[in-house]
């Protein structure tokens, strides 16, 4: 026979509730992803940011320019200027994982020295992501085909329309390189 929930239940339950971690007092997983514009960051990454922040994880996307904080915002995710942050322990530790657009991992010193400065700090997760990889056929890593949660999509696609960008193919997928 089922017992109602009264009041003194409730004090033993809930007593304790300083001793177990709380949404507040937990340390939120951080993921720190690189792009030239968050048109691409959102495009080409914006549902597998969703599900991050979904995941109660802190999402900080990095470009350079002019930044309308609205399409990031829909994915739950933090714009950041690439000129006025850096990634480094003089600006708090490291993030749990790293993610920076291929083509400028390809093409720019600094994002490479970034990826490898993270790995030697033990950074958990060290990726790439753009439309399609690998481009560079000398990386030897794992491609993931991530697939995207249903609620990803449907953000996704609002974060793409605020940002007056073509939507492109959507297979409900998105592609990650793992370094």
Same mark, same amino acid.
């Given at each position: *026979?089922? #017992?109602?929930?009264?009041?003194?239940?409730?004090?033993?339950?809930?007593?304790?509730?300083? !001793?177990? =971690?709380?949404?507040?007092?937990?340390?939120?997983?951080?993921?720190?992803?690189?792009?030239?514009?968050?048109? !691409?960051?959102?495009?080409?990454?914006?549902?597998?940011?969703?599900? #991050?922040?979904?995941?109660?994880?802190?999402?900080?996307?990095?470009?350079?320019?002019?930044?309308? =904080? #609205?399409?990031?915002?829909?994915?739950? $995710?933090?714009? *950041?200027?690439?000129?006025?942050?850096?990634?480094? @322990?003089? #600006?708090? @530790?490291? =993030?749990?994982?790293?993610?920076?657009?291929?083509?400028?991992?390809?093409?720019?010193?600094?994002?490479?020295?970034?990826?490898? !400065? $993270? *790995?030697?700090?033990?950074?958990?997760?060290?990726?790439?992501?753009?439309?399609?990889?690998?481009?560079?056929?000398?990386?030897?890593?794992?491609?993931?085909?991530?697939?995207?949660?249903? +609620?990803?999509?449907?953000?996704? +696609?609002?974060?793409?329309?605020?940002?007056?960008?073509? +939507?492109?193919?959507?297979?409900?997928?998105?592609?990650?390189?793992?370094?």
């Amino acid at each position: *026979m089922a #017992r109602p929930f009264g009041s003194a239940e409730r004090g033993v339950l809930w007593g304790r509730c300083a !001793e177990r =971690p709380t949404l507040r007092n937990t340390v939120r997983r951080r993921l720190v992803v690189v792009g030239p514009t968050q048109a !691409e960051a959102v495009r080409f990454a914006g549902g597998w940011l969703f599900d #991050r922040a979904l995941a109660r994880w802190d999402v900080r996307v990095l470009t350079t320019g002019r930044i309308d =904080p #609205r399409p990031l915002q829909i994915l739950g $995710a933090r714009p *950041m200027d690439v000129l006025s942050e850096r990634v480094s @322990p003089e #600006r708090g @530790p490291w =993030p749990q994982a790293i993610a920076i657009w291929a083509e400028l991992y390809d093409s720019d010193d600094r994002a490479r020295q970034l990826m490898q !400065e $993270a *790995m030697e700090n033990g950074v958990e997760h060290c990726m790439l992501w753009a439309d399609t990889l690998p481009l560079d056929s000398r990386r030897q890593a794992v491609v993931e085909r991530y697939r995207l949660s249903a +609620a990803a999509r449907a953000f996704k +696609a609002q974060a793409v329309a605020a940002i007056s960008a073509p +939507a492109g193919e959507n297979d409900g997928t998105e592609t990650l390189q793992h370094i």
